[in-house]
């Protein structure tokens, strides 16, 4: 009964209709579209991006890009994760009911408007970096799958007016995520949970919406990024342990 359940809520293979008849349609399609693309083109040969972090399978790049004194370096990973699918992978990242349980700078988390069984718009705060002020965030967040057994989330700041910027003590940040994920197995084999291989792809571009000292960001980037997708793809590796693999 346990997967059962966890198996309605799993990302939708085509585009939920409820989502397609909502005012905020035509703007998360265009940008999930174009940040699914990017996400897959490779950093070989571009100028500026710079690898910052390296571990097995995982490379981390980031772009120094400054905007009137503000940090807000485009940032570019690629890994790639035995024994889960890019829709396990994507459902893991997408379904509220799992994000305290991986992100780690999160302090709250609310849901502002479920439009859909693949899109949701959240406000969230992160915990307080000194000596920052306090950051929140608001943005819709969509899963989606595409050609070559891909599934992807896409995560864009949004306005909401039951959410107005910079009112409290945070400090509103803008944010456009994308979680590319591409699973492949031996041609002419089902895929199982023993030979399949999942390729990520994770793009991350903030704008931290106010004054923050560069060297303090760059040095939390630097920490935090690669703890972010070490532990969320450990994390979904063990939650999938001697479950079904679900494509
Ligand atoms: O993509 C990640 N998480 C998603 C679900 O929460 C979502 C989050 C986007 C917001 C990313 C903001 C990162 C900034 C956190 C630090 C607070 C900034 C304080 C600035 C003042 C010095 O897409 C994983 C995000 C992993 C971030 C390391």
Redesign the pocket.
Known sequence: AEHTRDEVELPPPAVDNRLTVHTLWPEIDRISTEQIQAAFEGVGGQIGWQLFAEEGDMRMYRREVEVDGMVMDPLKAMHKVRGVSAREMCHY?FNPRY?YEW????EN?NIVEAISSDAIV?H?T??????????D?L?W?HVRSAPQHTYA?T?HSTTNERYPANSGAC?R?I?T?C?ACRSEWPPGQQPSRDNITTSIA?C?T?N?GGW??AG??RA??K???P???KR?TSYVLEQCRDKPLVM
């Open positions: 990242f994000r992100e780690t700078t999160l988390m959240f969230q992160f915990k307080r970096i000194w000596p920052a002020s306090q950051r965030a943005f967040s989330v995560n400090i940040l944010v995520v979680l994770y991350s903030v931290p923050a000292p303090v960001l939390v980037y920490r935090e990024y703890k972010f997708l969320f």
